[in-house]
């Protein structure tokens, strides 16, 4: 017998629980999708929504009546039966369970949500280097763009496709009147039936998937030398693989690691240097930090082709080289599209403030850029940016009067 009048318990509390977890960790992602600085997280979101769509899918086999796939209504005539019926018959009797519409609803979640959590998973080892997967980067990293357009099309189609089970709900709520908004809050709805019983072994199932996600969540979140997140690629020391480049390179500038550039960027640095960004570098030159030998040279530019973007799988270096396209190198990395398409949102005037100075400055907002890394957790743009106002030549001339 039901335990309120004229509604069944439909959903357990375990039910209404992941259904939530899902729509709510899958939203989280999303939206933190847009924000690069905050990967790890939107990674850790994925994880649980993944989590929770494996659950599911075991629910569907072990979970209460209502809940499994064997009562689901599939057939394409019970689909349209159930169309007509909802148009002609504002105040139809609706069923316990799963309607063909939320039947076939939950098995697209179902499988475009796997499909999403995987190719995320695999985005986060082979594009990143990351977590466990990332050893598959160095073999892999050519198959970026397609997991990328699956991964980001996947996820639109199921941000619509929410967006069409919530209009249908709140057609069920205010127009068939069917109380519909809140039997996933409530588990009661407006039908005839059994009610439905949870049992302890599924609430067991249900605490340990819901153990493992928030364990694999923190984990995720917790900086970058766990299992779960940590990079493949090492830090470097330019220092030691490269003393040359790092003192004579360094006194005006700090040392940028290779991969920024491809080979031909560098090829047209060492061809251009009598007029290097304004300064002029020869093995004679007056100015001590100005001056290196052609020895010097030959071995400084051997180290950053050898270390360029051609020769690297990293994030950077690989989209360095797909925004080539097959043309030469330019030789500023702020001159390269790549470059310029993922700093679009700045604004110009940020550049010049006293703590950034030019768009050259990569250091201003990478933290270990230094060392190569270039995480995106690691993004940072300096807080409490001034400029102090430069004083033209006229001014100048007058103080000094």
């Not at 110009?348 to 990478?366: G, L, T």
Request: glycine share 6%; hydrophobic share 40%.
């Amino acid at each position: 017998m039901n335990r309120k009048t004229n509604k069944v318990f439909v959903w357990p509390f375990y039910t209404r629980l992941i259904h939530w977890l899902i729509a709510v960790s899958f939203l989280v992602a999303f939206v933190l999708s847009f924000y690069e600085h905050l990967l790890n997280l939107h990674a850790a979101f994925g994880v649980v929504f993944g989590l929770m769509l494996l659950y599911r899918i075991i629910w569907g086999f072990l979970g209460p009546n209502y809940a499994i796939f064997a009562t689901f209504k599939l057939s394409f005539s019970a689909l349209i039966s159930y169309f007509r019926e909802k148009i002609q018959n504002r105040y139809r009797e609706i069923p316990a369970g799963h309607n063909p519409a939320s039947s076939w609803y939950t098995l697209v979640v179902l499988g475009f949500g796997s499909v999403i959590a995987f190719s995320g998973l695999f985005l986060f080892g082979i594009q990143e280097g990351n977590g466990y997967l990332g050893y598959l980067n160095e073999n892999y990293y050519r198959y970026t763009g397609i997991l990328m357009f699956v991964h980001t099309f996947m996820s639109y189609i199921l941000v619509g496709w929410a967006f069409v089970h919530i209009f249908g709900v709140l057609i069920e709520q205010f127009y068939h009147k069917t109380n519909m908004l809140f039997v996933m809050i409530t588990g009661y709805k407006i039908a005839k039936g059994q009610d439905a019983t949870p049992g302890k072994k599924r609430g067991l199932l249900t605490w340990s998937f819901l153990l493992l996600s928030c364990f694999v969540f923190f984990v995720s979140t917790d900086g970058r030398n766990n299992p779960f997140v940590v990079n493949r690629f090492k830090t470097i020391d330019i220092k030691k693989e490269s003393p040359v480049y790092f003192e004579k390179c360094g006194t005006c500038h700090k040392a940028y690691p290779a991969f920024m550039l491809p080979s031909s960027s560098w090829d047209r640095i060492q061809s251009g240097l009598e007029n290097h960004f304004g300064d002029e570098i020869s093995p004679d030159h007056n100015d001590s930090d100005h001056r290196i030998s052609l020895s010097e040279q030959t071995d400084i530019f051997k180290y950053l082709v050898n270390n360029s973007a051609d020769n690297s799988t990293r994030e950077i270096s690989v989209k360095v080289m797909k925004s080539l396209d097959g043309a030469r190198g330019r030789k500023s990395i702020s001159k390269i599209k790549i470059w310029k398409d993922i700093h679009k949102n700045i604004k110009p005037h940020i550049y010049k403030s006293d703590q950034i100075k030019d768009r050259s400055n990569c250091f201003a907002c990478h933290k270990h850029f230094e060392q190569g890394v270039l995480e995106d957790i690691d993004i940072q743009v300096p807080t409490n940016l001034t400029w102090t106002k430069k004083k033209d030549s006229s001014q100048k001339d007058k103080q000094k009067k």
